[in-house]
């Protein structure tokens, strides 16, 4: 006789409601990551395609906001990324996840490698090309482009496509050791909706940041990865971290677990580590002690760092839930269209830098009036290159 067939393994599982909290607070990193590019264009900190280097104090403010924003934003963008992961492996199998994962983040890879990175390096490739003639040599864009090659904003879905990947793996080895079929899901974890306690999330956020300690002993704050030529390597540990517990917390049922006390709680941590932060900063004078190096103030910006991105990532995620879990007309089209914009706001943000280069203001003044510019002409770029043909499939 044969055995009767499961099938509860052989149909895929079905997709859960819509996180329309989730979306919306991509939307909303997404618009952060926006105005972290348009405030370095202006501060002190000379890392973007185009920049004006403060003459003014009021740059100093735009260097604190850049460092209290790379303290959290990347690593919640990571840990949203994660939430989804686990479901849409789940319902895809390996295959076919793995295949929309290189659609959906190498396609937009290569098209800002190919395309857009070509479009907002020219005018610094114009400055080389002359000072190079200046000199009687010869600068083609192609030897410019392999030497300052980096994968620019989309180190993003450079590391997100790794993550994956690794992702894919962890599973297939776990289901090779409990004897399931690669690709199906895994059994349910226990206590579902329960989410972390007090002194769970204490202990991981001190472990996170011993661990930051002890990686930027050797890759300290401002040094590039090497091959891959990450603007950020030293927060790679955060990353990888916050990826991997919304991985948990998708699998768990966490997000639902959070409780508006735990939001609350996260959030005012969140505000007294970013005050440490800004101590740490201005207490180091221009120096680089708080960098990395194992030095003490390294280990007192680590702990800053990963409380305020644990806390913030709490605080808003509780916050979202509770006050943004709706969409809709504006929303619905600011959340479809978030990462496209992602792709394409160097190009505006370039473009717009050139155009206000005659404008005669503090740097504060310029980086919002390159804000107020900048956000909506993103959405608009990203709304129009969606509408090419293909382009949804992808973005």
């Known amino acids: 006789m044969t055995r009767p067939m499961d099938r509860s393994a052989a149909v895929p599982p079905a997709a859960g409601p819509r996180l329309l909290h989730v979306d919306n607070l991509r939307t909303a990193l997404t618009l952060l990551v926006v105005l972290h590019h348009a405030a370095i264009a202006y501060s002190n900190i000379p890392r973007w395609y185009y920049v004006e280097t403060a003459a003014d104090p009021s740059g100093v403010l735009l260097d604190v906001l850049l460092l ?13 990324s994660g939430l989804f992961v686990p479901g849409s492996h789940d319902r895809k199998g390996t295959g076919r ?3 929309e994962r290189l659609l959906r983040l190498g396609v937009p890879l290569l098209v800002w490698l190919l395309l ?44 997100l496509l790794v993550f994956s990947a690794l992702y894919v793996l962890w599973r297939h080895l776990a289901a090779g050791k409990e004897g399931h079929a690669s690709g199906t899901a895994p059994a349910p974890l226990p206590a579902p909706g329960r989410a972390p306690g007090a002194v769970a ?31 950020t390597p030293a927060y790679l540990p955060q990353y990888a971290a916050l990826f991997a517990v919304g991985l ?3 699998r768990r049922g966490w997000l639902e677990g959070l409780s508006r006390r ?17 101590l740490l900063a201005v207490g180091s004078a221009g120096g680089t002690a708080f960098m990395g190096h194992g030095t003490w103030q390294s280990l007192a910006m680590a702990v800053c760092e990963s409380t305020l991105a644990v806390g913030i990532g709490l605080g808003l995620l509780v916050l979202f ?23 394409v706001h160097p190009v505006v943000l370039v473009a717009l830098g050139h155009a206000l280069s005659g404008v005669q203001a503090p740097a504060v003044a310029k980086f919002a009036l390159l804000a107020v510019l900048a956000v909506p002409l993103c959405w608009a770029l990203a709304f129009a290159v969606r509408a090419l043909p293909g382009a949804r499939r992808v973005l």
């Open 68 to 80: 209290l924003n790379q303290a959290f934003f990347m690593g919640t963008f990571f840990l949203v």
């Open 97 to 99: 996840f793995l295949k």
């Open 116 to 159: 857009l990175r070509p479009l907002v390096t020219f005018g610094a490739y114009t400055e080389a090309r002359d000072a190079a003639a200046r000199q009687g040599a010869e600068l083609p864009y192609w030897q410019y482009y392999l030497h300052s090659f980096t994968p620019g904003p989309m180190w993003f879905v450079e590391v």
């Open 201 to 231: 999330i204490a202990g991981f956020t001190l472990g996170l940041a011993l661990v930051t300690y002890l990686w930027r002993i050797v890759m300290p704050m401002g040094d590039p990865l090497p091959v891959l030529d990450l603007p």
């Open 248 to 250: 948990v917390a998708a």
């Open 262 to 278: 735990t939001g609350r709680t996260g959030a005012a941590a969140a505000a007294v580590a970013a005050v440490g932060i800004v």
């Open 321 to 343: 839930r509770e006050r943004l879990g709706h969409q809709g007309r504006r929303l619905r089209f600011l959340s479809t269209h978030a990462y496209a914009v992602y792709l």
